[in-house]
């Protein structure tokens, strides 16, 4: 399966600033999504990020609070906008990968806490 | 719409016996995929289990297996000779031909010594 790894794995950010995450899978991989996970909660997903096209939101999310880059097959960023503490949650990364079956392969999560 | 939803929040179970966790579903699809993922403390989901609607077979994974009752829209997950290394929140999740998974609640699961 891909490995995926998240940068930073935590940080503590002011509100009213922005913060970008990174996913970096080590293949090529189809379809990546991401999720918010607030404390103690499920999955939400945000966006699926897709290779030459734009991100597809889901209700309740928006392009101008969580813009997202897909530059290549293997990388992906993620920002998160002008933070409220409400932003505070882990943001999770996830692949299919090419030619495979419809399993999501998950990055280890960025802790985002906004003071 | 597809939900899953999952009735139990936290369950405990001594370590080396047989635990069943819970998970129902709906959906409008004929083909569909399953899942169970387990998050530990590390909060990094793993894959545990699938099971792809159209098999009859319940799906196993070592001491992990799967009850897949279609008509009743019931995919539960037992675990075996359960160890303090299962204590973990369990998600169950379901897809189809969009890849997007809707995840259910999840349930916490500790493994007491």
């Known amino acids: 399966s891909a490995v995926i790894s998240q940068k930073p794995s935590r940080d503590i950010c002011q509100r009213g600033t922005s913060l970008t995450i990174q996913c970096q899978v080590d293949?090529?991989?189809?379809?990546m999504f991401w999720y918010r996970q607030q404390p103690g909660q499920s999955l939400t997903l945000i966006a699926t990020?897709?290779?030459?096209?734009?991100?597809?939101?889901e209700s309740g999310f928006v392009i101008d609070k969580f813009p997202i880059s897909r530059p290549n097959l293997t990388f992906s960023t993620l920002t998160v906008s002008n933070m409220s503490p409400e932003d505070s949650s882990i943001y999770l990364c996830?692949?299919?990968?090419?030619?495979?079956?419809?399993?999501?392969?998950f990055g280890p999560g960025t802790r985002l806490t906004v003071t | 719409a597809q939900t899953v939803t999952q009735s139990q929040p936290e369950m405990s179970v001594q370590e080396a016996e047989t635990v069943t966790l819970s998970c129902t579903y709906d959906?409008?699809?004929?083909?569909?995929?399953l899942f169970w993922y387990k998050q530990p403390p590390s909060r990094q989901m793993i894959l545990v289990i699938r099971?792809?609607?159209?098999?009859?077979q319940n799906a196993t994974e070592n001491r992990f297996s799967v009850n897949f009752q279609k008509a009743a829209k019931s995919f539960s997950l037992k675990i075996s000779d359960s160890q303090l290394g299962d204590t973990a929140m369990y998600f169950c999740?379901?897809?189809?031909?969009?890849?997007?998974?809707?995840f259910g609640t999840g349930t916490r699961l500790k493994v007491l010594a």
């Open positions: 996830s692949v299919v990968e090419q030619g495979g079956g419809y399993e999501q392969y």
């Open positions: 959906t409008s699809e004929s083909n569909y995929y």
């Open positions: 990020a897709n290779q030459g096209s734009e991100a597809t939101y």
């Open positions: 099971q792809e609607a159209y098999k009859q």
């Open positions: 999740a379901c897809t189809s031909g969009t890849y997007k998974y809707i």
């Open positions: 293949s090529q991989v189809t379809m």
